[in-house]
């Protein structure tokens, strides 16, 4: 058995004996933290096949999980007494100096792309919130506020650099290693390491409308119907948040818009009038900013102070279906009265419909290109005891959601790795769908003895 320590690692390796360890293994969520054997910090592509050869050289071999951002609250970035490699201080980001396309490492958050990019007066379809990790979104698919004007984050993706389970390093795109491109573009973490991306750039933000207003739950059909009426007339430059949550400090239940649009300020001011004239907040802020960072910073004081367990799980609807919606409502404000749940919340998000949807299916890995929405269920607590409640609940709600869109459209929707709660929930076929059969075979092709075993596990065909 070969000793970590000496196998010309560069990057930084912790153990359950170091004094950093519990610092290593920490994740967003308290409740998805394992306690690896081993962490590895790769500073370079040439560190990830010696840890890779290490953990496969033990006997019996390591488990190995892959941490970017590690924000998911399932456990998919963690192992329990396997080897961590932890992407994080592979985080660069390039913009090409004719600004047609942005280089990510995958150790990067989107917090890093965006400083860089709005530097160089670009944009890219990434994450909404800035703490998010880029290589966890990217394989999973990509929601953004930008989804309407220019599709998934994978749909922008042009080519990206992957760590191998015998250690090769490959580089794939639509010319080379076409299976693999496909793969990881909606395939989660099942195929690799992927420690860089090359994604498309667009023209800057130089204005978007942001903010957030609150309305009584008394108001909620009133909410409802106006919603509806904006997403009839939404542009593709539109993307609006709803969310279902009590406000501290008296965590009474109010209901939420969280507006993002981009463009002509008075354009993007009218666009939101009945917001305020047709139905009357109890408070109200909208403003403009410039720069794909301030906007992924909008949610900060809300995100940041949320409490340390969490469990999301999401639902994805063709229909906006308002007697469904006052449903869910009922549902989270029974489970949010109790005290230990209080914190917990809802979101629909709706980005305009058209773009994303007219991507076929068989062109990528990710499973959902119906025109449709998804909604987002969170129950955020502090008590470990609650871990089976939130986890029951959220996937009560989805569940819920998944079965009213099924009785309205005649189908079920998938739910793709990155809204998916966790794979004690959903199965294989319900988070990749009709793309699964193609999977596996390209899981036989680059991962025959699953090395990658973390998460929704693909087996080889």
């Known amino acids: 058995m070969s000793d970590i320590y000496t196998l010309g690692i560069q990057g930084k390796i912790v153990t359950q004996h170091s004094p950093d360890f519990e610092a290593a293994i920490a994740r967003r969520a308290t409740q998805s933290v394992l ?138 795109s639509e010319n080379e290693e076409p299976d693999l491109f496909w793969a990881i573009r909606g395939g ?40 509806k009426n904006f997403l009839d007339k939404q542009g593709s430059n539109a993307w609006l948040n709803i969310g279902f949550l009590r406000m501290p400090p008296h965590y009474k239940p109010c209901i939420m818009l969280i507006p993002t649009i981009y463009g002509d300020q008075a354009a993007a001011t ?23 960072n301030a906007i992924a910073h909008g949610g900060d004081a809300f995100l940041l102070n949320a409490p340390p367990r969490s469990s999301i799980g999401g639902a994805y609807f063709g229909e906006f279906r308002i007697d469904v919606a006052r449903e869910i409502f009922s549902d989270w404000m029974k489970f949010t009265a109790e005290e230990g749940f209080k914190e917990s919340l809802v979101m629909f998000e709706f980005a305009k419909r058209g773009k994303v949807d007219s991507v076929p299916l068989s062109a990528t890995a990710f499973p959902v290109r119906d025109p449709h929405w998804f909604m987002a269920s969170a129950a955020r607590y502090h008590d470990p005891s609650l871990d089976k409640s939130a986890k029951d609940w959220v996937a009560k709600i989805t569940s819920y959601a998944k079965d009213k869109n099924e009785e309205s459209t005649g189908k079920r929707l998938c739910t793709p790795t990155n809204w998916a709660q966790g794979p004690d929930y959903e199965t294989l076929e319900e988070v990749f769908g009709e793309n699964l059969l193609r999977l596996r075979k390209v899981k036989a092709k680059y991962d025959q003895k699953k090395v990658w075993r973390r998460g929704w596990v693909i087996e080889p065909l």
């Open 35 to 172: 306690r690896a054997a081993y962490i590895v910090y790769p500073l370079t592509v040439k560190d990830i096949p010696l840890a890779i050869n290490f953990a496969l050289a033990q006997d019996p071999p390591l488990e190995i999980a892959i941490k970017g951002g590690g924000c998911h609250t399932s456990s998919n970035s963690s192992t329990d007494g396997g080897l961590v490699i932890d992407l994080c201080r592979m985080n660069a980001v390039k913009v090409s100096e004719d600004k047609k396309t942005v280089t990510i490492q995958g150790g990067a958050l989107w917090g890093d792309v965006y400083i860089e990019a709005d530097k160089q007066g670009v944009a890219v379809v990434g994450g909404n919130t800035w703490f998010v990790g880029v290589g966890g979104y990217l394989t999973g698919g990509g929601y953004s506020s930008l989804s309407g004007e220019y599709g998934l984050a994978i749909d922008n993706l042009l080519s990206a650099e992957v760590v191998l389970a015998d250690g090769r390093v490959v580089r794939c």
């Open 188 to 227: 989660g973490n099942q195929f690799g390491v992927v420690t860089e991306f090359v994604v498309k750039a667009h023209p800057g933000i130089e204005s978007a409308l942001v903010g957030a207003l609150a309305y009584p739950a008394t108001e909620l059909d009133n909410v409802l119907e106006v919603v």
């Open 270 to 292: 009218a666009s939101i009038q009945s917001f305020h004239t047709e139905i009357t907040p109890i408070f109200g802020q909208t403003g403009f900013v410039a720069g794909s």
